[in-house]
């Protein structure tokens, strides 16, 4: 059974999740946005360019995430006994934590873009980068205290420092547009 709509008429649709958040409401127009005088094709590809900044942190941070695994496998492991917890396999743990790394650095991407700017201050570039590391690093150190957690949180800090440098470059050559100083 179904109806019909006399023209010029219209439906309202009530319900508290999309009173909540309307600008998800598909029954709404599409609102405008103008934000600090910027036009929506200017915001459009500010968050463009953040996306990408995203996307290289992501992969740069998964990539170096692996290379110290395989480091750790196949030389911290194999000469000092007391990093053995380092050892190297492929299961769900390991997938999840690598993909857990992948994240931390999609978010590094976009804070680190916003963080430096077109400035080339360099406490800030450290302080960003040391500031992701230190907090990934520090929990690792939380979780259980050995000389394997202290290498670990070491790792930690060089994988931003490799992603912060990735970015840099990506600027640089300009895959990503530095993010404009105020």
């Given at each position: 059974?179904?109806?019909?709509l006399?023209?010029?008429?219209?439906?309202?649709?009530?319900?508290?999740?999309?009173?909540?958040?309307?600008?998800?409401?598909?029954?709404?127009?599409?609102?405008?946005?103008?934000m600090n005088?910027?036009?929506?094709?200017?915001?459009?590809a500010?968050r463009?360019?953040?996306?990408?900044?995203?996307?290289?942190?992501?992969?740069?941070?998964?990539?170096?995430?692996?290379?110290?695994?395989?480091?750790?496998?196949?030389?911290?492991?194999?000469?000092?006994d007391?990093?053995?917890?380092?050892?190297?396999?492929?299961?769900l743990?390991?997938?999840?934590?690598?993909?857990?790394?992948?994240?931390?650095?999609?978010?590094?991407?976009v804070t680190?873009?916003?963080?430096?700017?077109?400035?080339t201050?360099?406490?800030?570039?450290?302080?960003?980068?040391?500031?992701?590391?230190?907090?990934?690093?520090?929990?690792?150190?939380?979780?259980?205290?050995?000389?394997?957690?202290?290498?670990?949180?070491?790792?930690?800090?060089?994988?931003?420092?490799?992603?912060a440098?990735?970015?840099?470059?990506?600027?640089?050559?300009?895959?990503?547009?530095a993010?404009?100083?105020?």
């Amino acid at each position: 059974m179904g109806f019909a709509l006399a023209q010029g008429s219209s439906v309202k649709v009530s319900s508290p999740l999309l009173s909540l958040f309307p600008l998800f409401n598909p029954l709404l127009p599409t609102p405008h946005f103008k934000m600090n005088g910027i036009s929506d094709t200017q915001l459009m590809a500010e968050r463009l360019e953040s996306l990408k900044a995203a996307i290289i942190g992501g992969l740069s941070l998964g990539v170096a995430c692996l290379l110290t695994n395989l480091c750790n496998s196949l030389v911290l492991v194999k000469y000092f006994d007391i990093l053995t917890s380092l050892q190297f396999t492929v299961n769900l743990h390991w997938l999840v934590s690598w993909a857990i790394a992948g994240f931390s650095g999609l978010l590094f991407g976009v804070t680190y873009r916003y963080i430096i700017r077109q400035d080339t201050n360099p406490q800030l570039k450290a302080g960003g980068v040391l500031a992701f590391g230190l907090v990934r690093g520090l929990a690792q150190i939380d979780a259980g205290w050995s000389w394997s957690f202290v290498v670990l949180a070491l790792e930690s800090v060089l994988w931003f420092v490799v992603a912060a440098i990735v970015l840099d470059a990506a600027i640089r050559i300009g895959w990503v547009k530095a993010f404009p100083s105020a």
